[in-house]
């Protein structure tokens, strides 16, 4: 992480008087994108703090956080409404759930899309709904390829028009795959209030865990939402430590789980219970090391990590796990690619190395 994203965290979360500080040495910074996810949150403490460009830029951004956020709400209600009536269970998650749950504040966390977790067994239901309202998926896919790959993948992106977008979610979070630690999603489901409609979204525990564990990962723009999001969770007193660890285990996600406890100790003064990595095997930390790589991965990389993605999917896909490694592998990445057949798996496989 740069130098001035950590200086910029700590004046907007560190303690007063190095938050104080933080402040000044921040101002005149360039204005990249990470740093503007924090402009709101520098104005929400330092509104009272004068003749400060940092600040006055936070004000602006607070003002288009909250109209921008505000923009989706029909679209959310529009489409929670409607998976309601086709039978088919929802839950907001990530940058929604918080704002409405969390925050109570719009002019805070910018939410971008819109994320709607389903069960797996309402998929294709919702996919009808999702069509027959106008909203397109990503790649221009249709219902069956969608249907398809959901062995493979956790969301599939769907847009209307130029500003609505909604990600669909069938499993919390990538590499997420074990139906039980989706189940404890659900059951431990909280209520919300979108404007007079109850929704569900995550307990704090499950916000947390998925917090935490989405933002381990390399993004083409330095994540620092992460940061508000865990803090303000931690500092409402909620969260159910041996929850959160029984869930990474689980989902064997504890090394990006103890990895990102690990950054916020050592950066702020939070209480955290860390209970290690649960024994983790070595494959996750290689696993974890691929994941903090540049993209585009190089070809060897990729293989890593489908190997990797087979590795978490297998003991839960009913064919996979009875057949031979060798065999699953080569049937996981036909079903990746979308091929028909193994020959054509090969050749989208070419493709790709070269």
């Not at 956080?65 to 409404?81: D, G, K, M, S, Y």
């Amino acid at each position: 992480m740069e130098s001035r994203h950590e200086l910029l965290l700590q004046a907007c979360f560190g303690r007063a008087a190095d938050s104080r500080r933080a402040l000044a040495a921040c101002e005149g910074i360039p204005l990249d994108a990470a740093v503007k996810q924090l402009l709101p949150f520098v104005y929400h403490k330092w509104k009272g703090f004068a003749n400060n460009s940092l600040v006055e830029a936070g004000h602006r951004a607070y003002l288009t956080t909250w109209r921008q956020n505000r923009e989706p709400l029909t679209a959310i209600r529009e489409v929670l409404t409607g998976l309601r009536k086709e039978g088919a269970d929802c839950m907001l998650l990530k940058g929604a759930a918080l704002t409405l749950r969390h925050y109570r504040d719009y002019g805070l966390r910018n939410m971008g899309d819109f994320d709607v977790m389903i069960r797996p067994e309402d998929l294709e239901r919702a996919l009808r709904f999702l069509r027959r309202h106008g909203w397109v998926a990503e790649g221009e896919c249709g219902a069956d390829a969608i249907v398809r790959q959901s062995r493979v993948r956790h969301v599939w992106k769907f847009s209307r028009g130029e500003t609505e977008h909604c990600d669909l979610h069938w499993r919390p979070l990538a590499q997420c795959n074990s139906p039980k630690a989706t189940e404890m999603f659900w059951l431990g489901a909280e209520t919300a209030d979108l404007d007079g409609l109850p929704v569900k979204v995550p307990c704090a525990t499950d916000q947390f865990f998925h917090t935490c564990v989405h933002a381990m990962h390399w993004e083409w723009t330095p994540n620092l939402y992460w940061f508000a999001d865990a803090l303000v969770l931690l500092g409402q007193g909620k969260v159910d430590w041996e929850r959160a660890w029984e869930i990474a285990r689980h989902s064997q996600t504890t090394v990006r789980f103890a990895e990102a406890v690990a950054a916020l100790k050592a950066r702020f003064d939070v209480r955290i219970v860390d209970l290690g990595d649960g024994g983790a095997g070595k494959w996750q930390r290689r696993e974890f090391e691929v994941m903090q790589k540049a993209c585009p991965l190089e070809f060897r990389d990729r293989i890593r990590w489908h190997a990797y993605h087979f590795r978490r999917l297998r003991p839960h896909d009913p064919v996979w796990k009875g057949a031979p490694v060798w065999a699953g592998f080569a049937d996981y990445l036909r079903v990746f690619l979308d091929a028909a057949n193994l020959p054509e798996t090969a050749r989208k496989v070419w493709a790709e190395i070269r």
